[in-house]
């Protein structure tokens, strides 16, 4: 049976065919649908979950391993810097059942805070990495990764990105092949890494790139196609899907399956039969510095960026010197649309009021990153998962105290159970005075409403014990804690400023679901009374989707808005008035 699939969707269809047990993983686009598709799959089969982090979900994947089950965890390439240590790690110590880990990079950046090229990874590591092109390749490729991590006692990486995580096509369905548990035997000098053991397995794994260096000369998934031109493209991944649309028989292809280690026989061979080669790769010159090294002259970087992706008109006149058609302007201006919090997002009342009282803002990784956008215009810093915390605390002991009463950090619930509770902890431990904002949404908002440790729910929606964050914030020596709803503006303001003046670490978690969950259930929508409105524009200060301005008069658009009635409470003369349906 053949079916349209996500690249993503493919990938856990791979992986459930080659028998996986065992799946940990953290969400993060381009890659949470892999993981959300395998939670789909008989429970009883597959074992799967949402870890608080990726470091944790690696080493949760790993002990199944160790335990001979077949595991893979799966992350975007950040995420991988997250997981990285457990990672280095089992390179050294191998596999007992197969071992994947799956990450996606996402060139162009739709949904991150860095390019980052993984496969940097793979050679720091010592890991063999494949990387598909397409859909029917993320199932294959990921079969064969299992197959050959068992077979080379080595963990694998497969290398996606966005657009093949993202893209559909083709996928032939196979029936699954269970696979029993491989046995367990105790096997300190394999599986205990101290200093003695990892200094003779560090052997190991150099005879083991050894053995793939071998294999990767007879792989099917490394191919060459003659097409008997003079110009050669060696390529992988979307990069090749690209190339193929712009150049299409023109050239000659080494398309590269696995990208780490690289053959050295096969990019020879290849060589010899073009006069001129160009290396189509996206992000860093990764296969074009390798096949230098050789003493093969190819054309890269020197015509192609190393900035976000290509396109198939950018080979197109690079290689071919075709210039692709021109466009056809627009002559109207095209208005622009910027990301904005969603109507009714619960962040939009506390960036409003840590915008008015002028607050310093260490921001984090989540929806309300766009807290740096105007009019809210709060966030100052953007790091990395969990980073908000601890920097505040760096920003406070760099500047003083006078200068942290007007600092805060914001985290949300799932990213302060992914990397925040050590920043927490640090706080206290090392005497700051810091206020902690966590913004408890009820879900992990940004990749797409998965279930954390706080919400209550596994990741198949199964009842499971709730983190309380006030007795956690407690336990760690967080003596004040208060809960307060960030849409009584009122209330919120008067509290934050209460926690900033304190002269002792507090936090503030604020509390209201996002507008898009299921079970949130706004009515009727809101309306301005013109007879009352000064025009004073104190509610574009929200800048919420659905208010608008419009031949200076403040308008409200029944479509986008959900009746939260945030506005009703900012409004000082009460002329945005609340109408049920």
Sequence with gaps: MKKLML???AVAQGAYEAGVKVVASYPGTPSTEITENIAKYDADKVYCEWAPNEKVAAEVAIGASV??????????HVGLNV???????????????????????????????????????AKASKIFMLEPADSSECKEYTKVAFELSEKFDSPAFIRLSTRVSHSQSMVEISEREDKDLKPYEKNVPKNVMMPANAIKRHVVVEERLKAISEYVKTTHINKIEDNGAEIGVITAGISY???????????????????????????????????????????????EEYVKSLGIEVVGKEVFTLLGEYTPQMIKEKVLGEKAADFEEIAEAIPMRPPVLCPGCPHRGTFYVLKKLGLTVSGDIGCYTLGAVAPLASVDTTICMGASVSAGLGMAKARGEEFNKKLVSVIGDSTFMH????????????????TVIILDNSITGMTGHQDNPTTGKTIRGEATR??????????????????????????????????TEREAPSVIIAQRP????????????????????????????????AISVSDNVVKIDKTQCNGCGLCTNVCPFGAIEKKED
């Design 7 to 9: 690249g993503n969707a």
């Design 67 to 76: 335990g001979g089950a077949r595991a893979m965890s799966c992350m975007k």
């Design 83 to 121: 997981m990285a240590d457990p990672v280095f790690t089992v390179s050294y110590m191998g596999v007992n059942g197969g071992l994947v880990f799956c990450v996606a990079d996402d060139p162009g950046m739709h949904s991150s805070q860095n390019e980052q090229d993984s496969r940097h990874y």
């Design 241 to 287: 899907m690209y190339s193929k649309e712009a150049l299409g028989d023109k050239v000659n292809y080494l398309k590269l399956g696995m990208v780490y280690p690289l053959c050295d026989d096969t990019i020879r061979e290849f060589a010899k039969k073009c006069k001129k080669i160009y290396v189509v790769e996206e992000l860093d010159p990764f296969i």
């Design 419 to 434: 990397s925040g509770i050590t920043g927490l902890v640090d706080i206290v431990y090392n005497k700051g005075n810091n």
């Design 466 to 499: 709730q983190v309380d964050l006030i007795a956690l914030c407690k336990a760690v020596g967080i003596d004040h804690v208060t809960v307060c709803d960030p849409f009584d503006v009122k209330a919120f303001e008067k509290v934050v400023k209460e926690e």
């Design 514 to 545: 996002c507008a898009l969950l299921k079970s949130v259930k706004y009515s009727g929508v809101c309306e301005i009374n013109q007879d009352k409105c000064k025009n004073c524009k104190m509610c574009m200060k929200l800048g919420c989707p």
